[in-house]
């Protein structure tokens, strides 16, 4: 694991979408897993800007992201397909229909999931995953468990992620209670994984996951075991050390 310090979320930012710039530069066709939340925002808005001034060309990129709600359509402007055209797909050059995440309208799970899975695998896999950080400790939305799981599953959320994701909606009430997850396997099979993580409020997450055992009660331990993990945190996140 590599560990990045960043003085705060603006440097972890850029730090970040240097890393993601360099991929696209080096190997333009690369397939990015991409993630939600406001951890992976400043890196977006970085990416951006270096593509409206002419440094990086997204138009060969495919992208997957990791999750959506169960029961939001992509017009929803809660679903996660929204979130990604507001924050970086409509504003950069990758071609629409080289944008995939999970169809949360899709109310056959087993097929949705084996679907998604099977589309990782017909791009050939990941080359750069973008992870945040829970404050549970998920990545994507798997959840603490008693086991890993590998694939593209149904999962319901916990209180926790209930509670932390309510801030984006009218009401705590108007949160899904479900979503579609790529699952571990999907994740640690990605060439690189790079995780951006920001605030005093993960700082004990933060311990736990990459300092402590790697064990399915924090999903995002199990990176500690991946080849090429970058962990890209603020000095706020990385306080317990
Ligand atoms: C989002 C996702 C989640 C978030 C995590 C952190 O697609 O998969 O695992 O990365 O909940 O969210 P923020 O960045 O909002 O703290």
Not at 99 to 112: K, Y
């Amino acid at each position: 694991m590599k560990l990045i310090r960043a003085r705060d979320y603006a440097h972890m930012s850029r730090q970040a979408a240097n890393i993601i710039s360099a991929q696209v530069i080096l190997k333009p066709d690369s397939v990015l897993g991409l993630a939600t939340g406001s951890s992976p925002i400043g890196a977006y808005r970085q990416l951006i800007d270096w593509f409206n001034k002419g440094d990086v060309d997204f138009s060969k990129i495919k992208t997957v992201n990791l999750d959506e709600y169960i029961g939001l359509n992509a017009e929803n402007e809660q679903s996660y397909a929204y979130f990604m055209r507001k924050n970086f797909f409509d504003h950069i050059n990758v071609r629409s229909e080289n944008t995939f995440i999970p169809c949360g309208m899709n109310t056959d799970e087993a097929q949705e999931c084996a679907r998604y899975d099977a589309l990782i695998r017909s791009l050939g896999g990941i080359d750069l995953q973008l992870l945040g950080l829970g404050p549970n400790g998920h990545i994507g939305f798997n959840e603490p468990d008693d086991v890993f799981t590998k694939g593209t599953h149904r999962v319901e959320l916990t209180e926790a992620t209930i509670q932390a994701n309510k801030r984006f909606f009218e009401s705590e009430e108007e949160v899904p209670r479900a979503a579609y997850t790529m699952g571990i396997c999907d994740i640690m099979q990605a060439l690189r994984v790079v995780m951006v993580v920001s605030g005093e409020e993960k700082a004990e997450i933060v311990k736990k996951a990459f300092f402590g055992p790697v064990t399915p009660r924090v999903p995002a331990s199990i990176l500690q075991l991946h080849k090429d993990f970058t962990l890209v945190a603020d000095e706020a996140a990385l306080k317990c050390f």
